[in-house]
């Protein structure tokens, strides 16, 4: 049981380029979320989906997308990299809504020169 | 809207020395209260949660009780070890629309103990 694996665990990208970031699970949870981390910020809110299909904006969804085309995994794509996307990214997963324990990936940093 | 505010750090404190990280709240409703820690290099983990007032949540010798006269869940613990050292997050979940929750993060809180 593995958990909530994370794909790359860090990764340099140059402004512009498109990369996509791999989340995935096995605890069978409808919810999956992509969350950023800066300092001083805390934790915001990119995208999540309540079920295989489904994807929802968050807090700071500007320059990302995701699928969900399989219920183990959530995709986090950037389609043109920014410095201001320079961040580790999270993963997270909970078997209901936000109210439930959710259950996080060990991150993936990201810069962005 | 919905916020947490955390107390800044870092805190430092001697082994088992007693631990106050606070954390005070907005919301509209009733929500959830929790408390995550990140260790170095990980993801976040749950430490403890409450969900309705006067809830005591509790884990690995953590405490927090929603208080809903104060807004506050504090994070308590009697006598902290090194391996507490980490990043305390408190965060709440709500539901300020049908169908729709939302859960927001305080800032951190990063813990060193020393030996």
């Known amino acids: 049981n593995a958990g909530v694996t994370q794909t790359p665990k860090f990764r340099v990208l140059k402004t512009g380029q498109s990369m996509t970031l791999l989340c995935a699970q096995d605890m069978n949870h409808e919810y999956m979320y992509w969350y950023r981390q800066d300092p001083g910020m805390g934790l915001r809110l990119i995208h999540y989906s309540v079920g295989e299909g489904t994807t929802a904006k968050g807090e700071v969804p500007d320059g990302y997308n995701v699928s969900r085309l399989k219920k183990q995994n959530f995709l986090l794509g950037l389609e043109s990299a920014a410095p201001s996307q320079t961040s580790v990214y999270f993963c997270?997963?909970?078997?209901?809504?936000?109210?439930?324990?959710?259950?996080f990936g060990p991150g993936t940093r990201l810069l962005v020169l | 809207g919905d916020s947490v505010t955390q107390m800044e750090g870092p805190v430092t404190l001697s082994e088992e020395a007693f631990l106050t990280i606070n954390c005070t709240y907005t919301a509209t409703g009733y929500p959830s209260l929790f408390w995550y820690v990140q260790y170095p290099g990980e993801g976040l983990q749950l430490l403890l949660k409450a969900t309705k007032a006067d809830d005591k949540g509790s884990n690995k010798g953590f405490e927090a009780t929603y208080r809903k006269e104060t807004t506050s869940f504090h994070l308590e613990k009697g006598s902290v070890q090194v391996s507490d050292s980490a990043v305390y997050f408190c965060?709440?979940?709500?539901?300020?629309?049908?169908?729709?929750?939302?859960?927001?993060f305080g800032t951190g809180t990063r813990l060193t103990i020393i030996p």
């Open positions: 997270a997963s909970s078997y209901r809504g936000l109210r439930e324990t959710q259950y």
């Open positions: 965060a709440l979940a709500s539901q300020p629309n049908f169908g729709n929750e939302k859960l927001t």
